[in-house]
């Protein structure tokens, strides 16, 4: 074989290496694992997956469920990308959710009488700011003292999930169901299609995704923290003020996500009930990493990630497998995408 011809083979062979070793070819790799373990036990994982799409997009009602999902893990998805471009790990998006939803709750109430012009936007300014303050606290442990990220947003999470317990059945209580006292109705976000439960909370995840993409690559900010992610030293050295852009970017981390906090008080529950995130925070994180940290591509993965959630009760309600099965899939990719990025590194 010829030079040339060397050449023109390893050129084609590495963009076919590229995609069977991305984020797509993991994602089929776990379909196809998760699959044939399904087949000893005498299931057909062709009608599993079958009864996972006819329940997440076989009507009209089901898209729009699939799409609420979507929303809130998008906008915990953006949260993390922002603290993994500069370099950290935001494992309290969950957390930042709760206190961004007890924000905007409060606001809902309308003690003012104001209209829904004006309450609907000091909500979400609401909770974008009690998601940011719940993000700086990491933010200035990590940059003034050192300590670890990932360990003090995991304990924050419990710490407003016990705020939010406290306030669900001491002051806020609305009586015997474990749940807050309702928003005013001028607090209710706009319901995007009759007869379902969708909302605007939507537009507004794929807004920061969208500002969020720019934001990172074409602003100086942007080009700050993704070389304070990249390399701190050199950062530093280039003049870049590494702890101010490293506790920035977690208060806007933590902003992103307490707006989805906004959509579960405004959007679906008008209150704040008990176990108010079924775990948005961490599936954004899988969100992100499928997305390769790129906020445009978060929300094709926020879809794909929604079809799986939502799909997964009616895949246990037709062909009786638990939805448990989901949360393998789930934990197959992620860890797919962690290995793949510490073979990069090495």
């Not at 089929?28 to 694992?33: D, E, P």
């Not at 906090?261 to 954004?284: K, N, R």
């Not at 094709?300 to 899939?329: D, E, K, Y």
């Amino acid at each position: 074989m010829t030079a040339d011809a060397l050449k023109a083979d390893a050129a084609v062979s590495v963009p076919i290496r590229d995609v069977l070793t991305g984020p797509l070819g993991i994602v089929v790799a776990s379909f196809v694992v998760v699959g044939l373990a399904l087949v000893p036990f005498g299931i057909n994982p062709l009608e599993v997956y079958a009864a996972m799409l006819q329940g997440a997009l076989g009507s009209p009602n089901a898209i729009a469920e699939t799409l609420i999902y979507a929303a809130p893990i998008l906008l915990t998805a953006t949260a993390a990308i922002v603290c993994f471009r500069a370099g950290m790990w935001n494992v309290g998006a969950d957390g930042q959710l709760y206190m961004g939803a007890i924000a905007a709750l409060l606001v809902g109430y309308n003690a003012f009488g104001l209209s829904s012009v004006v309450l609907i936007p000091m909500m979400a300014v609401a909770a974008f700011a009690g998601g940011g303050a719940w993000g700086a606290i990491p933010g200035f442990l990590r940059t003034r003292y050192g300590a670890n990220e990932v360990i003090v947003t995991i304990m924050m999470n419990f710490l407003a999930t016990i705020c939010a317990t406290y306030l669900i059945s001491g002051p806020l209580a609305s009586g015997t169901t474990p749940i807050t006292k309702p928003i005013a109705a001028e607090g209710f976000l706009p319901v995007l299609i009759d007869g379902t439960r969708l909302h605007a909370n939507l537009l507004t995840a794929l807004l920061v995704a969208v500002l969020t993409y720019l934001l990172l690559n074409h602003t100086v900010f942007g080009y700050e923290i993704r070389a304070v992610g990249q390399n701190p030293r050199a950062a530093r050295v280039a003049g870049i003020p590494v702890k101010r852009i490293a506790f920035l970017s977690f208060v806007l981390s933590g902003g992103i996500a307490g707006l989805a906090g906004l959509g579960e008080v405004g959007g679906i529950h008008h209150a704040i009930p008990d176990q108010l995130s079924p775990g948005f925070g961490f599936t954004g994180i899988a969100v992100a990493l499928l997305a390769n940290l790129n906020p445009l591509w978060a929300i094709a993965s926020a879809l794909f990630l929604a079809v799986l959630n939502v799909g997964a009760n009616s895949m246990q309600r037709v062909v009786g497998v638990p939805v448990a099965l989901v949360w393998v899939i789930q934990g197959f990719i992620l860890l797919s995408l962690l290995a793949r990025g510490a073979l990069k590194r090495r």
